[in-house]
């Protein structure tokens, strides 16, 4: 007998029990946000750096894009701010946000500011909105965001370049309204706002 045979059950390594994903029931009930990094190779002026903010609700697949010069907290509650209008002039009531543990987003893992709210977590409770934090180190959790980024650099960072953060949030509305009226086969091939006005009466 070998000498890994002989180990008591107690070591053996536990199976991790996947959740099954939590379906929404209509639109605004959870939007998933997160930051993408614009490819420096994008960037006419090598100095400046770029990012994506995107906004995406779970149920209708929406997406409101914007971008800015700095990856921060107060970057993060300006585009809550903004996202929340967004959805709002579209019908949307965002009730909860959903983000991952970045410090742009919550001093969780802070070892100093644990207990302090960072701006975005100020700006989601004046908004009457709920954040809830993926749990650490799975990504798959934000997986209609991360997808969509993935998206995103294939088929739109691959051809685009940009002068200014003003240059890419021109783009990043053609972008968004040309994703927003695609058709999307976990939406039975309708777009997002097809679903949106077959689904979500107003």
Wanted: glycine content about 2%.
């Amino acid at each position: 007998m070998k000498k890994y045979d002989m180990l008591p059950h107690k070591m053996e390594k536990k199976k991790r029990i996947v959740k099954p994903y939590e379906q929404m029931t209509h639109a605004g009930e959870r939007v998933q946000i997160d930051v993408k990094v614009v490819p420096r190779k994008c960037i006419a002026d090598k100095e400046l750096k770029l990012y994506q903010y995107t906004a995406i609700d779970e149920y209708t697949r929406l997406r409101f894009l914007y971008g800015y010069e700095e990856q921060s907290t107060y970057s993060s509650a300006d585009f809550a701010e903004r996202a929340v209008k967004w959805f709002k002039r579209h019908g949307i009531a965002v009730e909860c946000i959903q983000t991952d543990n970045g410090f742009e987003f919550t001093n969780r893992f802070s070892p100093s500011k644990k207990d302090k709210k960072t701006m975005f977590e100020k700006k989601l409770a004046e908004l009457g909105i709920k954040h809830k934090l993926i749990r650490p180190y799975t990504p798959r959790h934000n997986g209609k965001v991360e997808r969509s980024h993935r998206e995103d650099h294939n088929k739109f960072y691959s051809c685009h370049s940009f002068f200014s953060c003003n240059d890419l949030n021109a783009q990043l509305t053609v972008r968004s309204n040309r994703t927003n009226n695609r058709p999307m086969r976990p939406l039975n091939w309708l777009s997002p706002i097809e679903f949106f006005h077959a689904h979500c009466p107003i």
